[in-house]
Nanobody, 120 residues
Framework: QVQLQESGPGLVKPSQTLSLTCTVSGGSITTNYYYWSWIRQPPGKGPEWIGSISYSGTTYYSPSLVSRTFISRDTFKNQFTLQLSSVTPEDTAVYYC????????????WGQGTQVTVST
């Protein structure tokens, strides 16, 4: 059974870059047709898809965040990472990594989530 675990700083200052890592166990991030995503949920709002990286390394980004987002992977460590630049307090949210199969919409496996607060 696959497990996903987010890690990274819980506090980021405005204008800095938020960096999070998702460590995957129980399955390889290169297994065909799986997509690995970052999703966030700001306080009092619904989930927002940030972007994904496919089993082959292709990346997909939310149009509203594409200019500030970079997703990469380390196949040896079986990890994928999120970098979100020029953060503001509006980027405060619980950040999740998740896995989907054959599409980017239906995420069947999730990490527990990590709170990231943007504040001075």
């Amino acid at each position: 059974q696959v497990q996903l675990q987010e890690s990274g700083p819980g506090l980021v200052k405005p204008s800095q870059t938020l960096s999070l890592t998702c460590t995957v166990s129980g399955g390889s991030i290169t297994t065909n047709y799986y997509y690995w995503s970052w999703i966030r949920q700001p306080p009092g709002k619904g989930p927002e898809w940030i972007g994904s990286i496919s089993y082959s390394g292709t990346t997909y980004y939310s149009p509203s965040l594409v200019s500030r987002t970079f997703i990469s992977r380390d196949t040896f460590k079986n990890q994928f990472t999120l970098q979100l630049s020029s953060v503001t307090p509006e980027d405060t949210a619980v950040y999740y990594c998740a896995r989907s199969y054959l599409n980017l919409a239906t995420h069947n496996d999730w990490g527990q989530g990590t709170q990231v607060t943007v504040s001075t």
